[in-house]
């Protein structure tokens, strides 16, 4: 849902307003993980969220946003299930699952509901794509399967390493650094405005804020990781050979 709704908003809504709407997820993780996993942010926290997404959001505006209410409303929802994917990873990596089990777990899911759609959609084209060039088609789509395990992979491996808010938290700092690059490398430091400077330095200033609080309460706890007895909490790596 949050890939589908995400793109299908582009088809509604700017680039830009899209944008705006999704540097909101940090705060909206945070708000949906006080349900799911019971963690209920600090006031200096939810203020450093904030000023991230505030500081994101003046350097992706373009000065205006055009848009239906259909596409908002789209991109909200796809904004809201990208949390709530985020949350439930988190609650379910810190008391159930390690990564590899979450995403063997989560693939036939995955595979039930895009299949239909395969067929429906795309299998009589690359059925013909597959005759015009043969095998190098499956090799395709090999490659592409195997990035997204391992991208997958990579992403739970993040939200079990750091949190589920830490994870959108460092993606809203891959636009501010995609924007600074692209104004540094590829020419476009002609619209660079005095705005999208200031924004750059609130959302840096929001993610130091927030990764200083982070380590402050995990050199607290005295970094401790939940003990868990054996079997299905223990990671796969490290499951006592009994249990194996």
């Not at 499956?138 to 490659?143: E, T």
């Not at 868990?228 to 006592?240: C, F, I, N, T, V």
Request: glycine content about 8%; charged content about 10%.
């Amino acid at each position: 849902m949050n890939i589908v709704l995400n793109n299908s908003s582009l088809v509604f809504i700017t680039l830009s307003l899209n944008q705006i709407i999704r540097s909101a997820i940090p705060v909206i993780t945070a708000g949906v993980g006080i349900f799911v996993e019971k963690k209920i942010p600090t006031r200096a926290e939810f203020s450093s969220l904030v000023l991230l997404t505030f500081g994101v959001v003046l350097s992706v505006w373009e000065g205006s946003v055009h848009g239906s209410v259909t596409g908002i409303t789209i991109a909200l929802t796809s904004t809201l299930s990208g949390a709530a994917m985020l949350s439930f990873s988190g609650k379910i990596l810190s008391e159930k699952l390690d990564v590899l089990r979450l995403t063997f777990y989560t693939a036939p899911v995955s595979v039930g509901v895009l299949v239909p759609f395969f067929l429906w959609q795309e299998a009589a084209r690359l059925r013909e794509h597959f005759l015009q060039n043969g095998y190098s088609v499956l090799l395709l789509v090999l490659m592409g399967a195997i990035n997204a395990v391992a991208y997958n992979i990579l992403h739970y491996q993040v939200i079990f390493a750091t949190s589920s808010i830490m994870t959108p938290v460092i993606g809203m700092v891959k636009v501010i650094g995609v924007i600074v690059l692209s104004a540094v490398y590829l020419g476009e430091n002609k619209i660079f405005s005095m705005r999208m400077l200031l924004g750059c330095g609130l959302a840096l200033a929001g993610f130091c804020f927030y990764s200083g609080l982070q380590s402050y309460k995990t050199a607290r706890a005295g970094d401790k990781l939940p003990a868990h007895a054996s079997g299905e909490d223990k990671p796969l790596l490290q499951r006592p050979p009994s249990a194996a």
